[in-house]
């Protein structure tokens, strides 16, 4: 269930209870990963929920590693000064945790080592008592390629190596990693419900867990990984009969005519990508999504001739075209095809409804965004699976939802988010958010414009209720623009 509407008596959801998930690992193997994407899933599921990070904590209170002890990131013995900012350090996070539950959270995920045994059973009694559920996830990790590629993508960007040669940087951070497995302690305790991670969704072991959102983090958990890609959004062609739901139509001249540009401007994007990554363009797989309507799935098809090895040169990429029939827009009702003018005139009632909250309303026989959001929650889960480049062509309310969840946008702002087609919206996932940027590639039928230059129409009127944010001018919400790419 996306975002439900309900709370319990208490405010929380589902019955469950507040928790706490301690995170259990070694240096670099994902924890910061795999906490922010679950603090992602549970906002978007509508739960209060919040990473309290140690490491963020101790950079933020006393500075980056220049600043401190030499002693402080070894776990033997240790000067008073050391023991005293440590102490701190833990204290000071514990605060956070109560003052987020006390202020009504639900969820708190904990990230921070925790490898020693003695120091996690204390956690877990303390806050145990207190009738919060704690359940500890241990990331383990013996993939020498993704241990470096944690460290060398998040560890070394971090305020304690500013400055620094990157190897140097690895160099010495290995040298704390080094140092922790002397002292690390395994989870193996069976008195308290744990989550044990091999490689960041490799394999999963679950001990004594119990409760529908405790099964719900299982299930989230079991479908993430951390591999790097990209994730393109762009809106489907222009069709025949815009500004008709019922009607299923196909693609126009013009909607042709994107559909080749949107396949040479990503081509040539990725291609670009790729190569600085050292990847070949023609034998790394583009995976690109549909909705099963026309305009969307034909969108797609100038990709399957570009993939054909028949054509003249060969192959330019090598492609794979799924439709998804979640994926299909957001269904309008009895509005299909009014105008603004029409809706306020026939339905006057439900248009001061709609203004004053876009996201629950249900126009009659219509979804509302909340709807779309339930019936895309397994396209979310399959965005997470996903571990190639991903292009996805869909309708602008279907794209709202997945750009929303990515960046972790509240509900009641994804139907201001501006998805104008002619832009490619690129996202590249890391382990503290996401990377998200626009680039404008066509002018067009559909595009958003100010006052409708190159003799286009600034938008459809008859479709208002599926372009909702190109009509909210004052709360729109814009993806990070990069201008014109021609």
Same mark, same amino acid.
């Given at each position: ?33 795999? +906490? ?11 739960? =209060? ?54 202020? @009504? ?25 207190? @009738? ?45 990693? &080094? ?23 490799? =394999? *999963?072991?679950?001990?004594?867990? &119990? ?6 983090? *299982? ?24 500004? +008709? ?26 291609? =670009? ?59 309008? @009702?009895?509005?299909?095809? /009014? ?36 019936? /895309? ?15 996805? *062509? ?12 990515? *960046? ?15 832009? /490619? ?26 006052? @409708? ?21 004052? =709360? ?11």
């Amino acid at each position: 269930m996306v975002a439900p509407l309900y709370t319990t008596a208490s405010g929380l959801l589902f019955h469950a209870g507040k928790i706490l998930v301690v995170t259990v690992g070694l240096p670099a193997r994902g924890k910061t990963h795999i +906490s922010r994407a679950l603090e992602r899933y549970l906002r978007w599921a509508g739960i =209060k929920t919040q990473v309290v990070s140690l490491g963020d904590y101790r950079r933020k209170t006393l500075g980056g590693a220049q600043k401190l002890p030499s002693d402080y990131f070894t776990l033997g013995k240790k000067c008073p000064e050391t023991i005293e900012l440590r102490q701190s350090v833990l204290d000071g996070c514990e605060h956070l945790i109560w003052d987020f539950f006390n202020a @009504g959270g639900q969820c708190v995920i904990y990230d921070a080592n925790n490898g020693r045994r003695e120091q996690r059973h204390r956690v877990a009694e303390k806050f145990g008592k207190e @009738g919060i559920h704690v359940v500890i996830l241990e990331s383990i990790c013996d993939d020498p390629a993704v241990i470096e590629r944690n460290i060398r993508s998040v560890k070394i960007s971090s305020p304690d190596y500013r400055g620094w040669d990157p190897d140097h940087a690895v160099q010495d951070y290995y040298s704390r990693i &080094r140092d922790h497995e002397k002292h690390y302690e395994t989870v193996d305790e069976l008195d308290v419900p744990s989550i044990r991670i091999i490689n960041v969704g490799e =394999k *999963i072991m679950v001990n004594n867990v &119990r409760g529908y959102l405790q099964s719900r983090i *299982i299930f989230f958990l079991m479908n993430i990984h951390n591999r790097y890609r990209t994730i393109y959004f762009a809106r489907s062609g222009h069709s025949l009969h815009e500004h +008709s739901y019922k009607i299923d139509a196909d693609l126009s001249d013009i909607g042709w005519e994107y559909a080749a540009r949107l396949r040479d401007f990503v081509l040539e994007r990725r291609a =670009k990508s790729l190569k600085e990554r050292g990847l070949d363009p023609k034998t790394s797989r583009l995976v690109i999504w549909t909705s099963a309507r026309r305009r969307s799935h034909h969108t797609a098809w100038p990709f399957l001739a570009a993939a054909d090895p028949k054509q003249p040169g060969g192959a330019q990429c090598k492609v794979k075209v799924i439709e998804r029939p979640q994926m299909s827009e957001i269904n309008p @009702g009895v509005w299909d095809g /009014l105008t603004v003018a029409d809706a306020k005139r026939e339905y006057p009632e439900e248009w001061e409804r709609f203004l004053k909250d876009p996201y629950t309303f249900r126009a009659p026989r219509a979804e509302s965004y909340h709807d779309l959001s339930v019936r /895309l929650e397994p396209t979310l889960i399959e965005l997470e699976r996903e571990q190639e480049d991903l292009l996805i *062509i869909g309708h602008a309310s279907v794209i709202r939802c997945l750009l929303a969840y990515l *960046i972790g946008l509240p509900p009641s702002e994804i139907p201001a988010i501006e998805v104008a087609r002619g832009d /490619l919206i690129e996202v590249v996932p890391a382990s503290y958010g996401v990377h998200s940027q626009a680039y404008h590639f066509w002018d067009g039928p559909g595009r958003t414009h100010g006052e @409708g230059e190159g003799g286009y129409e600034e938008r459809d009127p008859n479709n208002f209720y599926e372009n909702y944010a190109e009509d909210t001018r004052e =709360k729109k919400h814009r993806v990070g623009y990069a201008g014109d790419e021609k």
